[in-house]
């Protein structure tokens, strides 16, 4: 962990002439010790999330913003942006995908909100949860065979004394079914920093 707090201070002098907001919007992949094509598991807000995927990996991306989180009538939607199988830092446009858990929770109207998700566990096979996958512009609903959400910190970020996002870290791994063969997201981790460009809130009642 002081290895991580070493870096924040080398960044915060490296963009001094930048705003910290930029700074914290920035995406800082740091390869995991055992796996370099998967970002080491942080609670630093770095904007990043990596899984295996298969014989492949699912990984945040350097030009896709790599979360959205909307909250509609009682159902979050947290959602992971990035490419299969292409390095973190290409910039093509190719094996775009993004994976979306959607779960009740209590209601959410700011992004502050999300402080609730600290240390709470979703089991993807209970009935009122789904993933949905998206590839290729083609967006489906994947048959659960298991999986867990982890959300192991929830942190509000201050700066100058203002509250500036959430971050969010945790882990995730999914089993499901696609076209009746089964396929594996795992070792999947995430460090994200949330705020208004990044949450949503509203109901069906709002149109």
Same mark, same amino acid.
């Given at each position: 962990?002081?290895?991580?707090?070493?870096?924040?201070?080398?960044?915060?002098?490296?963009? $001094?002439?930048?705003?910290?907001?930029?700074?914290?919007?920035?995406?800082?992949?740091?390869?995991?010790?055992?796996?370099?094509?998967?970002? $080491?598991?942080?609670?630093?807000?770095?904007?990043?999330?990596? $899984?295996?995927?298969?014989?492949?990996?699912?990984?945040?991306?350097?030009?896709?913003?790599?979360?959205?989180?909307?909250?509609?009538?009682?159902?979050?939607?947290?959602?992971?942006?990035?490419?299969?199988?292409?390095?973190?830092?290409?910039?093509?446009?190719?094996?775009?995908?993004?994976?979306?858990?959607?779960?009740?929770?209590?209601?959410?109207?700011?992004?502050?909100?999300?402080?609730?998700?600290?240390?709470?566990?979703?089991?993807?096979?209970?009935?009122?949860?789904?993933?949905?996958?998206?590839?290729?512009?083609?967006?489906?609903?994947?048959?659960?065979?298991?999986?867990?959400?982890?959300?192991?910190? $929830?942190?509000?970020?201050?700066?100058?004394?203002?509250?500036?996002?959430?971050?969010?870290?945790?882990?995730?791994?999914?089993?499901?079914?696609?076209?009746?063969?089964?396929?594996?997201?795992?070792?999947?981790?995430?460090?994200?920093?949330?705020?208004?460009?990044?949450?949503?809130?509203?109901?069906?009642?709002?149109?």
């Amino acid at each position: 962990m002081k290895r991580y707090g070493l870096i924040i201070i080398a960044l915060l002098s490296l963009y $001094a002439c930048s705003s910290y907001d930029d700074l914290m919007d920035k995406m800082i992949f740091i390869p995991d010790n055992k796996d370099s094509n998967l970002p $080491a598991y942080t609670e630093w807000g770095y904007n990043s999330f990596g $899984a295996k995927y298969e014989q492949s990996y699912f990984v945040v991306a350097n030009n896709i913003v790599p979360c959205s989180i909307v909250y509609q009538d009682g159902i979050l939607n947290f959602s992971l942006n990035g490419r299969v199988g292409i390095e973190y830092s290409s910039l093509s446009n190719d094996g775009k995908m993004t994976l979306t858990f959607s779960f009740p929770t209590a209601p959410m109207n700011e992004y502050k909100d999300l402080m609730a998700l600290h240390q709470k566990e979703i089991d993807l096979t209970d009935t009122s949860c789904k993933v949905k996958m998206t590839k290729d512009f083609n967006t489906e609903i994947l048959t659960i065979v298991s999986g867990h959400l982890t959300f192991k910190r $929830a942190q509000l970020l201050r700066l100058d004394d203002k509250e500036n996002r959430v971050i969010l870290s945790g882990t995730f791994d999914v089993q499901f079914l696609r076209d009746d063969q089964p396929e594996v997201l795992s070792d999947g981790r995430f460090d994200l920093g949330i705020n208004d460009l990044y949450f949503s809130s509203y109901s069906d009642s709002d149109n």
